[in-house]
């Protein structure tokens, strides 16, 4: 099948036809796995399969069904796993994007979890000990997938399926992925020691930038890795573990004393997982978390990169997993392993402190120990006689934002230099997720059903749109400045808003809320000005143009009262945006802030994105059955699962079961 | 320099059951601690910060 075909039939191209009944696939349906590979295109995999390059996804295809699939709006993994697990649209679960904003503040804020601190403390001493312990809440509304399998006692493990962050209570296997936080309840904030002052003194956030100091024989001695704020004492400060570092230029090796272990590493090397105790109250409780040591420069300058402090799986200072004992086994049986969920360090290559073959060595780390993990759960699965297996990868989705830049010519932080080296990397990417498909069907028994999947699909991201920008020049958004002279942010300007005369507002990575009354704290928007005023924001949206080269940079404006269940649409943005091909939003609209221009170059290596509009993006679906829709959609995995295993009834999800 | 506080007789009986209920020592510890936690709300710039730094891990925003 040619690709335009391949586009035009929607993507299915299956070895029968892909309308059969499912009665002429797998008879005994009492297993099935899903490989959830975040960020395989579509159109990538077509045009590498074609090339004979993805061997067992073509074999796969061959064997059952390989079609596009409809992601969610907006396709942002978050949202799109959300509906996966419930089966449903986001109105039902209440995930619009990787940031919301604060109705009362107008803040943006992360959309996966609330943390409660904890109250009604007791003093003793200095210490102050809580009577009520804080809890973290996960905002992923809505009854799993796993759930109703749990109710007909099929079993389920779940490994890191984004949107599952703080573990929903269930007796299934079920360990967080996308959306863990590290031990500070930060994305991941890496530390770097580096005797280049420059570089020390960069201006960055989050910052970690330490300039090291060695004495006249080569230590560092005064190193310190920061924890998390210590809650139990007044004021409470970051706790902090103290390192030393005994550098050996000759042999280009060094020696780390960190919480009473000695780490001997060489140049360019990791170490293995360091755990590290925070004190608390000394002697009676800490926190324990983990990181890796990264010895990047020892010879021309001291450089010690240090991961953002993981929390442990074998001694999880929040829970990690159900049942909770669940991550210890993992970690006991394959060894310590990232628990953040998003655990390349896409920042410190963002932030020039990794160059690309230092990402590239992270991130196929990262991969490998994926590889490890899978390898002792698929086992686990093959010797059961029945049950489901969940496995979730995430190198695809992390390489293809971070690589984008080194295959696409035309963008505009295109790398000659970094492309002639790295440039197949993107693909490799592709090569080494189908190696692990092929270790799966060389093993597999034939009456075991196997999808993989996706979220969403790629695509480059070469020009940032400030959308604030547009509503202050259209006069939606009051701020208290004739001009923008210079960024306005929400977190360091905010007497500038005028909130009380401000119509419409950004925050998100795709959202754009009105400041309805009622709502927002400050809301001016009466219910009856609602629609007209979504319809006319709509239709200016449609006609913004790029000034540099006349090209609409929003292909499409979802006003999601239309879209969307009504259950939790309170926290939608009221209209989201889909991006055109090549655009998205600016880092600073996504947090609020509006800069003196629309549209700017994104000079960042974070250089392939998705939070576009769906239609650009779709997501990837193999398998080794035929399905009886021609364009099948995110939301119809879980009620095609639970059909599956013979369950019919799912009222709380509204896909459709493929089968 | 220490302030005399009134309580109305509803309020004083409901501070006795929380005393007992979560076994704080004395009527200053209680209130000693609601004014910490009502203290703790209003530093926002704190707050401001703490959410700053959340997300500016996130990737997608660099």
């Known amino acids: 099948m040619k690709r335009r075909d391949f586009i035009k039939s929607a993507g299915t191209i299956a070895a029968a036809s892909p309308f059969m009944n499912f009665g002429a696939g797998i008879k005994n349906k009492k297993k099935m796995l899903i490989l959830g590979f975040d960020g395989m295109d579509p159109l990538i995999a077509y045009d590498m399969i074609q090339r004979g390059e993805l061997p067992n996804l073509k074999k796969l295809a061959q064997s059952g069904v390989f079609s596009m699939m409809r992601t969610t709006i907006p396709p942002q993994s978050p949202v799109a796993w959300g509906s996966f697990i419930t089966g449903a649209d986001p109105g039902k679960y209440g995930l619009f994007d990787f940031v919301h904003r604060d109705p009362e503040s107008y803040f943006p804020i992360t959309s996966g979890a609330e943390t409660i601190p904890a109250s009604l403390n007791i003093k003793i001493g200095k210490y102050k000990i809580p009577l009520k312990p804080g809890k973290i809440i996960p905002k992923r509304e809505g009854k799993a997938f796993w759930d109703y399998l749990e109710e007909k006692d099929i079993e389920a493990t779940i490994f890191k399926i984004p949107s599952n962050y703080p573990p929903s209570k269930s007796k299934q296997r079920t360990i967080a992925g996308m959306g863990t936080p590290d031990i500070h309840g930060t994305y991941g904030i890496y530390t770097l020691y580096t005797s280049d002052e420059e570089e020390a003194m960069k201006d960055i956030t989050p910052n970690n930038l330490f300039y090291a100091y060695l004495d006249e024989e080569n230590v560092l001695q005064d190193g310190e890795i920061l924890g998390p704020v210590n809650d139990l004492v007044e004021n409470g400060e970051k706790t902090k573990v103290f390192f030393k570092v005994f550098v050996d230029k000759k042999n280009k090796t060094a020696r780390i004393d960190v919480d009473g272990k000695e780490i001997l590493i060489a140049e360019k090397e990791y170490s293995d997982w360091v755990e590290i105790d925070f004190p608390l109250i000394k002697g009676i409780s800490n926190i324990t978390g983990m990181v890796k040591f990264f010895m990047m420069d020892i010879e021309k300058s001291f450089r010690l990169y240090i991961s953002p402090v993981h929390i442990s799986p074998k001694n999880p200072a929040v829970e990690l997993s159900t049942p909770p004992d669940y991550a210890k086994e993992l970690a006991e049986k394959g060894g310590l392993f990232h628990t953040i969920g998003l655990p390349a360090d896409t920042k410190a290559l963002s932030q020039n402190t990794f160059g690309v073959e230092e990402f590239l060595t992270q991130s196929v780390s990262v991969f490998d120990e994926s590889k490890k993990l899978f390898g002792i759960e698929y086992e686990r699965f093959l010797n059961k006689k029945s049950g489901f297996l969940f496995f979730y990868f995430g190198s695809l989705d992390q390489g293809q934002h971070m690589l984008w830049a080194l295959t696409d010519k035309d963008h505009p932080y295109y790398h000659p230099e970094e492309a002639k080296r790295f440039g197949y990397m993107k693909d490799e990417l592709y090569r080494m997720h189908d190696r692990i498909l092929g270790d799966v069907l060389n093993t597999m028994p034939k009456d075991t059903g196997l999808i993989v999947m996706s979220d969403h699909g790629f695509g480059t991201f070469r020009r940032k749109v400030n959308l604030n920008t547009f509503l202050f020049n259209e006069g939606y958004l009051k701020l208290g400045v004739k001009e923008i002279d210079t960024e306005i942010s929400l977190f360091d300007d905010y007497s500038e808003y005028d909130w009380g005369n401000t119509k419409a507002y950004a925050v998100g990575l795709n959202g754009l809320y009105l400041n309805m009354k009622g709502r927002e704290s400050q809301g001016i928007v009466t219910k009856g000005e609602r629609r007209k005023l979504l319809e006319e924001i709509q239709g200016k949206i449609l006609q913004i143009k790029d000034p540099e080269n006349g090209m609409y940079v929003i292909s499409e404006a979802f006003i999601t009262e239309d879209h969307f269940s009504p259950d939790f649409l309170i926290r939608s943005p009221d209209i989201i945006l889909g991006f055109n091909r090549g655009y998205r939003s600016s880092d600073s609209s996504a947090l609020g802030g509006a800069t003196r221009e629309m549209v700017t170059n994104n000079m960042n290596w974070w250089a392939g994105d998705h939070c576009i509009n769906p239609r650009h993006v779709p997501a990837s679906f193999f398998s080794n059955f035929p399905i009886n829709k021609k364009i099948p959609s995110i939301k119809d995995m879980a009620p095609t699962i639970l059909k599956y295993f013979g369950i019919n009834e799912t009222p709380t999800m509204n896909g459709d079961s493929l089968i | ?62």
């Open chain 2, 1 to 62: 320099m220490a302030k005399k506080v009134k309580l109305s007789n509803e309020n004083s009986q409901k501070a006795d059951e929380i005393i007992a209920f979560h076994g704080y020592s004395s009527l200053e510890e209680l209130i000693g601690n609601l004014i910490d936690s009502e203290y703790e709300k209003i530093k926002s710039d704190d707050d401001k910060d703490e959410q700053a730094e959340k997300l500016s891990g996130l990737g997608y925003i660099s």
